[in-house]
């Protein structure tokens, strides 16, 4: 996954990236998350999300979402005005956003440390690499998904402004990128985790 962040008309955005890899694809292309094969096969635009949001799973784009706001257990001024900066479009009440705030506080020290966990693992040529990948995915994974899972915790009228938000902003920055011979009836399905 990459973000990048452009610019247009003097306001920043975060275009988020998506590579999505299905078996197939991984096996010939790549070693244990991201460390190429010796390959010529170039992956494609499989779904860009400004012309296709629909397209976008839900789980994708909360994930980049969730992922664009964690914070440290004690953000900076600057780390917390460019989330309130984030959180502003939304328009969530203040017990909603304070309820968001909390709910990712901390995961950016999470990520970093299974991050370097994964650098660590990357290195390692034993036979418990794959298994040791695997476990720092799912790791994160989890803390994902207990951010996702506090979110239920906004009032009904905050979890509609963030679901709309969802949908209407954050899918459309998202592009999925994969071999389109082999992954296009995997996206139209829905199915786009490997």
């Given at each position: 996954?990459?973000?990048?962040?452009?610019?247009?008309?003097?306001?920043?955005?975060?275009?988020?990236?998506?590579?999505?890899?299905?078996?197939?694809?991984?096996a010939?292309?790549?070693?244990?998350?991201?460390?190429?094969?010796?390959?010529?096969?170039?992956?494609?635009?499989?779904?860009?999300?400004?012309?296709?949001?629909?397209?976008?799973?839900?789980?994708?784009?909360?994930?980049?979402?969730?992922?664009?706001?964690?914070?440290?257990?004690?953000?900076?001024?600057?780390e917390?005005?460019?989330?309130?900066?984030?959180?502003?479009?939304?328009?969530?009440?203040?017990?909603?956003?304070?309820?968001?705030?909390?709910?990712?506080?901390?995961?950016?020290?999470?990520?970093?440390t299974i991050?370097?966990?994964?650098?660590?693992?990357?290195?390692?040529?034993?036979?418990?690499?794959?298994?040791?990948?695997?476990?720092?995915?799912?790791?994160?994974?989890?803390?994902?998904?207990?951010?996702?899972?506090?979110?239920?915790?906004?009032?009904?009228?905050?979890?509609?402004?963030?679901?709309?938000?969802?949908?209407?902003?954050?899918?459309?920055?998202?592009?999925?990128?994969?071999?389109?011979?082999?992954?296009?009836?995997?996206v139209?399905?829905?199915?786009?985790?490997?």
């Amino acid at each position: 996954m990459t973000c990048r962040t452009h610019s247009s008309g003097g306001r920043a955005f975060t275009r988020m990236t998506a590579w999505i890899c299905f078996p197939l694809l991984l096996a010939p292309m790549v070693r244990a998350y991201g460390q190429p094969a010796h390959s010529e096969h170039r992956l494609s635009v499989v779904v860009d999300g400004s012309r296709t949001p629909d397209l976008i799973p839900d789980e994708l784009a909360y994930r980049h979402f969730i992922l664009s706001i964690a914070e440290r257990r004690n953000p900076s001024q600057e780390e917390s005005r460019r989330r309130d900066m984030r959180l502003t479009d939304i328009r969530l009440s203040d017990p909603d956003k304070y309820l968001l705030i909390a709910a990712v506080q901390g995961l950016r020290e999470e990520l970093e440390t299974i991050e370097e966990a994964r650098k660590e693992a990357l290195q390692d040529m034993s036979v418990t690499r794959d298994a040791r990948l695997a476990s720092l995915k799912a790791r994160e994974d989890k803390a994902i998904a207990a951010v996702r899972s506090s979110l239920r915790l906004l009032s009904p009228d905050g979890q509609a402004r963030l679901d709309e938000h969802i949908k209407t902003r954050v899918r459309k920055r998202i592009v999925i990128l994969g071999d389109p011979q082999q992954s296009a009836g995997a996206v139209a399905s829905g199915r786009t985790w490997p």
